[in-house]
């Protein structure tokens, strides 16, 4: 499988067309932005981890029966999907307050949830990604009221499953950021990616940041939070 033009150039990643019209090929790239693109640096080596482990995670949803964009891993950056058509919502799931949640309801991170939670953005850079209800997503026509089920109980159904893998690799999973596209046939699969730059991570024992918060928050020690994830990822 070859790249044959390249159709879309994001922030993290760039996607390519293929000689087979229902394929792209995505290009993960070292580069990191925050707060919107307001913030931007590289990560090194940051490109090659997200696309082993969020191909290694798909695979893994993949068994427990969630369908997934996930073809076929080329090389250490590049990766094989099913070419779909993003529902621009930005679909985030929370266990733990943290972040945005955190700072919008005036409570402190680390708070465990006894149910996890469901938010939407619409996916719009113009407009910072604002947070949507799902009655004004149908309204804006973003997706079907059926589409938005089917997104809901697929999103709770990769929390479960995720929860349960890093809690094997001593990780707890705070809260993550998921995409879904249309094949096709309209059939709704996970795409985009699952990484430490769209999950945040902490270490069960010690609660030290593992994902995109150290850059964000300028902790220091990007790469080796990166690695680490992979490391154990790896069963190192
Ligand atoms: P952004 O667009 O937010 O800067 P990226 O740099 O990660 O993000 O770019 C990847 C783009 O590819 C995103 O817009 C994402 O929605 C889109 N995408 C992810 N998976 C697929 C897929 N299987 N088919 C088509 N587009 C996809
Ligand atoms: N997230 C993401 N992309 C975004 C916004 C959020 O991957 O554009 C992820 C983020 O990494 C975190 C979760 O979604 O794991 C919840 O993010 P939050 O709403 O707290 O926003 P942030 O703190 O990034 O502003």
Known sequence: ???????????AKKVFSTEDENLFIVS???????FNGLKKGTIAGKGAINNRMSNMLMQMLEKKGVPTHFVEELNDR???VKKVSIVPLEVIIRNVSAGSFAKRY???EGIQFD?????FSYKNDELGDP?????????????????????????????????????????????FKLEF??????????ADEISPDTCRLWDI????????????????????????????LMGE
């Open 115 to 119: 149910e996890p939670t469901i938010e």
């Open 205 to 232: 024992k010690t609660n030290e940041k593992l994902d995109k918060d150290r850059f964000r928050r300028d902790l220091g020690g990007v790469e080796d939070a990166y690695q680490e994830v992979m490391r154990r």
């Open 28 to 34: 993960y790239k070292d580069d990191a932005t925050a």
């Open 131 to 175: 947070l949507i209800n799902s009655y004004h997503a149908v309204a804006l026509k973003l997706a079907t009221k059926e589409e938005i089920e089917t997104i809901k109980s697929m999103a709770f159904k990769v929390n479960e499953s995720l929860i349960e893998y890093f809690k094997t690799l001593g990780i707890r999973l705070i809260d």
């Open 106 to 108: 005036g409570v402190d």
């Open 78 to 80: 590049e990766t094989v």
């Open 1 to 11: 499988m070859e790249k044959v033009q390249q159709v879309y150039e994001g922030k």
């Open 181 to 190: 596209g249309r094949l096709a046939d309209g059939k709704i699969v996970l």
